[in-house]
């Protein structure tokens, strides 16, 4: 008979040790700066200097206009940021905890803490740029077009962000490059950030940059927009296989965890976009 003290033993002694980083990155007097911070930071002021770029280039929206300025997209960089920081917040706290943030009503604003949902922070910047759009007249979906385009620079240095922290580890596992995450036990455990972070951020990023640089789809509203929450769906649900869930966080249906269940919507909205955007005319 297997002895699963000594199996588990022998797995723990060939992991990786998970290298621990001081989630400060710089202090100064009572001043901490933290690497979720930065990395949000980071995202933010990227894929803002990106979607100025898309909007420059003319020929990528041949023979339409770009819909906005570089300009305008300053004001729309603002509106972004309030809607991933707010929404993600409180997607989490609504999604994931709401009991303990029930129960600990003052935690819900300790965001160095950590703790920001995805799809929290989606439908925060779907309303945010809901409201941009009507605000000064630009066109929803081209809006969401570019705003897709982007995002996944933000996930890539979000999911970065969750590593640091030791935070959202993956299941226990025996494969080559496994590590022992501190505070998950003392078994090895699937780096599902890294994971997440070249599925969702490096592989998606390049993915849409394709679509809008070599297929020229921004000129099919929607589209881009549609092959965003198609992809970071699929990807979510195939990571979420490694990644280890908190039991009684989030909604759980049999096997299927909360952020399966979660991005599956993701999944249909997507296709119905891309189908759509297909069926209509090119901007003309």
Do not use: C
Request: glycine fraction near 10%.
């Amino acid at each position: 008979m297997l002895n699963l003290a000594v199996f588990a033993s022998d797995i723990s002694v060939l992991a990786l040790t998970f290298p621990q980083f001081d989630p400060i990155a710089l202090q100064i007097g009572p001043l901490a700066v933290r690497w979720y911070g930065l990395a949000y930071m980071a995202g933010l002021l990227l894929g803002w200097v990106y979607v100025r770029r898309l909007v420059s280039a003319e020929p990528l929206w041949m023979p339409a206009r770009p819909p906005m300025s570089a300009d305008r997209v300053d004001d729309m960089i603002i509106w972004v940021t309030l809607g991933v920081v707010f929404g993600g917040r409180l997607g989490y706290v609504l999604f994931y905890n709401p009991a303990f943030y029930a129960a600990n009503p003052a935690e819900i604003i300790a965001f160095w803490h950590g703790g920001m949902s995805f799809h929290g922070g989606l439908l925060g910047t779907l309303l945010a740029l809901y409201l941009f759009s009507r605000r000064y007249r630009i066109p929803i979906l081209s809006t969401l077009d570019v705003a897709s385009a982007a995002a996944p620079i933000g996930l890539f240095f979000g999911r970065i962000a969750n590593f640091v922290n030791g935070e959202l580890w993956g299941r226990v596992s025996d494969v080559p490059w496994a590590m022992v995450f501190p505070g998950a036990g003392d078994l090895p455990r699937h780096p599902s950030q890294l994971y997440e972070a070249a599925l969702e951020g490096l592989v998606l990023f390049l993915v849409l940059r394709y679509l809008t640089h070599s297929r020229f789809m921004l000129r099919r509203p929607g589209f881009v927009a549609g092959s965003f929450a198609l992809g970071y769906g699929l990807a979510r649900i195939f990571v979420e296989f490694f990644r280890q869930y908190d039991v009684g966080v989030g909604l759980m249906i049999g096997p299927f965890t909360p952020g399966m269940i979660y991005s599956v919507p993701l999944v249909i909205a997507g296709g119905l976009l891309m189908w759509q955007a297909n069926r209509r005319p090119a901007r003309a």
